[in-house]
């Protein structure tokens, strides 16, 4: 029986900020690591305005706040996770990123340690195949933001024994989310569905059946969506979505899934959404004006 008391995370942005926040608040000691250390003080100031947020809208007290946040450990290099239950791999949606992550990782890791990817389209038997232990690597797919979204899909590799999978269960079970267990295809499940969507949203805007303002109001008033496909697009981040769209088009071979090449055009002027202030809104004023 695998016990989870100690859970590293790689990537201290959005999503991997999240992933820590969640964790050190149900009682987990956490680890965070990232590429340098101001990237990591970078990703602990966010835990700790989202968790003072908590504070004010009192779903959480100042101790339990103080108390996260003491549970939190900065880790500057692989070798700190040594004596950590399960680490998860949280950065960039990039193949090549996450295997040179993988081969830094696991040599410092005890035998019976658990390797985790937050990834939202890639192989999960194709990244466990990269590491020395595919019988303990698992697809953990969280959902942005993290504290505040209650689904978590978990994805088996062809190798993930049962015992991984058990254990997996359990700690997302601890962090009080639900499951929702998806074969290994890409994209998995949320993002198979959503991401067409986003793609078909920004080819009715390329096409000039909308503007992007009549797009979001039609999906958020007409479809009921608590925000349109293109404000999410740039919440999600327009970099993340051409990943997982090309991971789609690419690994399923059909043309529906083909991207958007206004979504191209967008990502390669580096208009990434929300964090970088420009994408299909433009945030560098008071309120987000759309850019086309």
Same mark, same amino acid.
């Given at each position: 029986?695998?016990?989870?008391?100690?859970?590293?995370?790689?990537?201290?942005?959005?999503?991997?900020?999240?992933?820590?926040?969640?964790?050190?608040?149900?009682?987990?000691?956490?680890?965070?690591?990232?590429?340098?250390?101001?990237?990591?003080?970078?990703?602990?100031?966010?835990?700790?305005?989202?968790?003072?947020?908590?504070?004010?809208?009192?779903?959480?007290?100042?101790?339990?706040?103080?108390?996260?946040?003491?549970?939190?450990?900065?880790?500057?290099?692989?070798?700190?996770?040594?004596?950590?239950?399960?680490?998860?791999?949280?950065?960039?949606?990039?193949?090549?990123?996450?295997?040179?992550?993988?081969?830094?990782? $696991?040599?410092?890791?005890?035998?019976?340690?658990?390797?985790?990817?937050?990834?939202?389209?890639?192989? #999960?038997?194709?990244?466990?195949?990269?590491?020395?232990?595919?019988?303990?690597? #698992?697809?953990?797919?969280?959902?942005?933001?993290?504290?505040?979204?209650?689904?978590?899909?978990?994805?088996?590799?062809?190798?993930?024994?049962?015992?991984?999978?058990?254990?997996?269960?359990?700690?997302?079970?601890?962090?009080?989310?639900?499951?929702?267990?998806?074969?290994?295809?890409?994209?998995?499940?949320?993002?198979?569905?959503?991401?067409?969507?986003?793609?078909?949203?920004?080819?009715?805007?390329?096409?000039?059946?909308?503007?992007?303002?009549? #797009?979001?109001?039609?999906?958020?008033?007409?479809?009921?969506?608590?925000?349109?496909?293109?404000?999410?697009?740039?919440?999600?981040?327009?970099?993340? $979505?051409?990943?997982?769209?090309?991971?789609?088009?690419?690994?399923?071979?059909?043309?529906?899934?083909?991207? $958007?090449?206004?979504?191209?055009?967008?990502?390669?002027?580096?208009?990434?959404?929300?964090?970088?202030?420009?994408?299909?809104?433009?945030?560098?004023?008071?309120?987000?004006?759309?850019?086309?």
């Amino acid at each position: 029986m695998v016990e989870i008391n100690a859970v590293g995370v790689i990537g201290a942005g959005q999503m991997g900020s999240g992933i820590a926040h969640v964790c050190a608040l149900k009682g987990f000691k956490v680890g965070l690591h990232d590429t340098s250390r101001d990237r990591i003080e970078a990703g602990l100031a966010t835990i700790n305005g989202n968790l003072t947020r908590q504070v004010a809208g009192k779903k959480i007290t100042e101790e339990e706040r103080v108390d996260a946040l003491a549970r939190i450990h900065p880790i500057v290099s692989a070798e700190e996770f040594g004596d950590y239950d399960l680490v998860i791999e949280a950065a960039t949606e990039n193949e090549t990123v996450k295997r040179k992550i993988f081969s830094a990782l $696991c040599p410092s890791l005890k035998p019976e340690a658990m390797v985790g990817t937050n990834t939202s389209s890639i192989s #999960i038997t194709r990244l466990a195949a990269s590491t020395d232990r595919p019988e303990r690597f #698992i697809g953990i797919h969280f959902m942005n933001p993290v504290p505040v979204m209650q689904l978590v899909e978990l994805v088996r590799g062809i190798a993930t024994e049962d015992e991984t999978f058990d254990a997996a269960k359990r700690f997302v079970a601890r962090l009080g989310k639900t499951i929702a267990v998806s074969e290994d295809f890409p994209a998995f499940m949320v993002n198979r569905i959503l991401l067409p969507m986003i793609n078909e949203a920004i080819y009715t805007l390329y096409e000039g059946v909308g503007s992007v303002d009549a #797009i979001d109001t039609a999906m958020r008033l007409g479809a009921n969506h608590p925000m349109g496909p293109l404000q999410l697009a740039d919440f999600i981040g327009l970099d993340t $979505c051409l990943s997982i769209m090309q991971v789609l088009y690419e690994g399923l071979a059909d043309s529906k899934y083909r991207p $958007c090449p206004l979504l191209v055009k967008y990502v390669e002027a580096g208009w990434l959404g929300r964090k970088t202030q420009r994408g299909f809104y433009d945030y560098r004023g008071e309120v987000p004006v759309p850019t086309r």
